[in-house]
């Protein structure tokens, strides 16, 4: 990357690679051939090339192959750039209201200036604790422009890691868009005044522990350990501040294509994983020895793939998420009849967004459909990776026997077409069919000549020689 590419990145806050680490106390963005234990380079490009083609076919994949997009086996870094935008539904909005993002950050806010820093608790100890200038720069126009977009929410600190971990791998207008989609569609309510929605998800958090792990419930309800003092953190920040970053993202993979129920999943694994045992319980005799046990989970538990197979096979699907919330609103609304949180403001996942903006769109006839291919970021190109040595050999003698195959069928055929030609007569001439036929046969008629020395005589009518007659042949 040259440095004049290199500065326009910064100047939209994304995360530069570079000797120093990228701001906010995170580690740098790692590369395939950088951490051990990643698939071979063949397949990662493989996964390119088919994330490749279901980007460029959007409306077709969400809509008649929405299971294909389910990423259980997480995004290619260099796709997350396009998926995530597509994903959450923030392309569509850049398209819809486009210019917004670039008046909004002309404007001034210094509230959110002098909260930023204070907002990012170092997940790891850095030699500059401070943000770089054009990182912090760009995070302070995101977050400025998202209080623009709703004012009456306002900023939350909760918001800075969500949207410094958007602007690490695309620009800062797309990075907007994707931070309102996910606090209006994704989590309506989390980042308002009230908070209403982090109570009820806390609640109904509680409620699904009881089932998953009812060892740790009960441990938790004996120390009077609420959900708020370690769901609020994880819930809130996408759990960015909590785990490494390679786990992060891939959360942040199965989430924005899942929904929320990715972050109960992983709340209730995490709580398994520290809680789960007798053995684990026998040294937590108060609140602050099951927190710091929460918070100190061994890291080789924390790895993205052991991690997200975890995950995936927690039985807790979207319909038991939302009947817990009914079942927890319910009981919160008699105890405070004033509780305005709104079930129907969340969706479920990436699919019940698509299809929520397609009908807008159906219900604005003036707006065309969007272009779902339209991006801020160049468009990747990536060769089909070599296929291996026994796979090529085997597509080899594919292509002989489809040779040999098709030669022979050409000398068959041309093998049919002699013979053919050689039954063939060549066309004498026809005999005319006359058989039920009559034909009238008759002879000229010839003149009498008249007898000498009869001047002047009448030589009278013609004589034939012999009659006509009709003659049939059968």
Not at 193 to 218: H, Q, S
Request: charged letters at 30%.
């Amino acid at each position: 990357m040259g440095t004049e590419q290199a500065a326009d990145r910064e100047s939209e806050g994304i995360g530069v690679q570079g000797e120093e680490e990228i701001a906010f106390g995170w580690t740098p963005i790692l590369f395939p051939s950088s951490r051990p234990g990643q698939p071979p380079v063949e397949l990662i490009r493989r996964r390119e090339a088919r994330w490749l083609e279901m980007t460029s076919h959007w409306e077709k994949a969400m809509a008649r192959r929405y299971k294909k997009v389910l990423c259980r086996k997480g995004i290619p870094s260099s796709m997350r750039a396009r998926c995530w935008p597509l994903l959450c539904g923030g392309q569509v909005c850049l398209y819809v209201t486009p210019g917004f993002f670039l008046k909004a950050r002309s404007m001034l806010c210094c509230t959110v200036g002098r909260e930023l820093c204070m907002g990012f608790p170092m997940s790891r100890p850095t030699s500059n604790p401070r943000p770089h200038p054009c990182r912090q720069r760009g995070l302070l126009q995101l977050l400025k422009a998202y209080t623009l977009y709703r004012p009456r929410e306002g900023y939350c600190q909760a918001q800075g890691p969500v949207a410094a971990l958007l602007l690490m791998h695309m620009p800062a207008e797309q990075a907007f868009w994707c931070l309102v989609q996910i606090s209006e569609r994704y989590l309506p309510g989390y980042y308002s005044p009230e908070m209403e929605a982090v109570l009820l998800d806390g609640e109904v958090f509680v409620a699904l522990l009881r089932r998953v792990c009812p060892k740790a419930y009960k441990h938790l309800q004996k120390h009077g350990v609420g959900p708020l003092l370690y769901v609020t953190e994880w819930f809130l920040c996408l759990y960015s501040r909590t785990l490494p970053f390679p786990t992060v993202l891939r959360i942040w993979d199965a989430f924005l294509s899942e929904g929320v129920k990715v972050l109960f999943r992983v709340g209730l694994v995490l709580v398994r994983l520290a809680l789960g045992s007798s053995e684990k319980l026998r040294d937590c005799t108060g609140v602050v020895e099951t927190l710091e046990k929460l918070r100190n989970i061994p890291a080789r538990l924390l790895q993205e793939d052991t991690l997200m197979a975890e995950v995936h096979d927690m039985a807790v699907s979207d319909r038991d998420v939302e009947r817990e919330c009914r079942v927890q609103l319910a009981k919160l609304r008699k105890t405070r009849p004033d509780f305005g949180c709104r079930l129907e403001r969340r969706l479920p996942n990436a699919k019940a967004i698509f299809d929520a903006q397609q009908l807008e769109d159906a219900q604005q006839p003036g707006k065309g459909s969007h272009p779902a291919s339209t991006f801020l970021i160049p468009e990747i190109v990536v060769n089909p990776p070599p296929p291996h040595p026994k796979e090529q050999r085997r597509l080899e003698r594919e292509r002989l026997k489809e040779q040999r195959r098709q030669e022979q069928e050409r000398r068959r055929q041309e093998e049919a077409a002699e013979k053919q030609a050689r039954k063939k007569k060549p066309p004498g001439r026809k005999k005319p069919d006359t058989r039920g036929k009559t034909f009238h046969v008759g002879q000229r008629p010839v003149l009498s000549l008249i007898p000498a020395g009869r001047e002047g005589e009448d030589p009278g009518p013609t004589k034939r020689n012999s009659a006509p007659y009709l003659d049939t042949y059968f």
